[in-house]
């Protein structure tokens, strides 16, 4: 095959991919504007605009669901700069989000691997010290997702099953389990 066909071949692809994506994400969008959405804590889901495209930080799995753990560029450069094995906190305005999806066996790869299904939740974390004095500085929000109905709803009994009581056992970590994975 010509070289020039064969990119031709894989940009339109792309092409064709990212263009099914901004279908989905407007579709998604246009059913429920999930930013006036706020927790019982106070934090808005407006307050995490744009998690959609922060860095990555790290993954992990429970026998029920797969989570990407993703921050805003603030924590990023924090994590970078050594925090918080440095011993030093993550810095005020510092963000993380866990989204969390159901999982699959992959019917098309060559191999047994665990997939996304179902999005289910969105677990939110920021560092604002006068808006969370009595939590160490963080402020704890979850989100769920039902996809039948594709909305998102504050989850009210979610901070009594994990908020900072959950995160005191990072508390030398200033109170964050996910350390920023080697690339």
């Known amino acids: 095959m010509h070289a020039s066909l064969k990119y031709a071949g894989a940009f339109a692809g792309c092409a064709a991919l990212s263009l099914c994506m901004a279908v989905v994400a407007g579709s998604t969008e246009s059913a429920q504007d999930k930013y006036t959405l706020k927790s019982p804590s106070g934090i808005a889901f407006a307050d995490f605009k744009g998690y959609e495209d922060w860095s990555v930080v790290s993954s992990a799995r429970t026998d029920e669901v797969l989570k990407v753990i993703v921050a805003n560029p603030a924590m990023i450069s924090a994590y970078k700069s050594g925090i918080p094995g440095n011993g030093k906190p993550f810095p005020e305005g510092s963000k993380i989000a866990k989204l969390q999806w ?25 560092k604002d010290s006068k808006r969370f004095p009595k939590s160490a500085g963080w402020g704890y929000a979850v989100f769920n997702y039902d996809a039948a109905s594709d909305k998102f709803s504050p989850d009210e009994k979610s901070l009594s099953d994990c908020g900072h009581a959950c995160h005191t056992a990072v508390k030398a970590k200033d109170y964050i389990f996910h350390p920023y994975q080697k690339r």
Do not use: C, G, H, Y
């Not at 999982?103 to 939110?124: I, L, R």
């Open 102 to 126: 159901k999982f699959k066996k992959s019917t098309e790869a060559p191999f047994a691997v665990d997939v996304p299904d179902v999005f289910v939740q969105a677990f939110f974390i920021e």
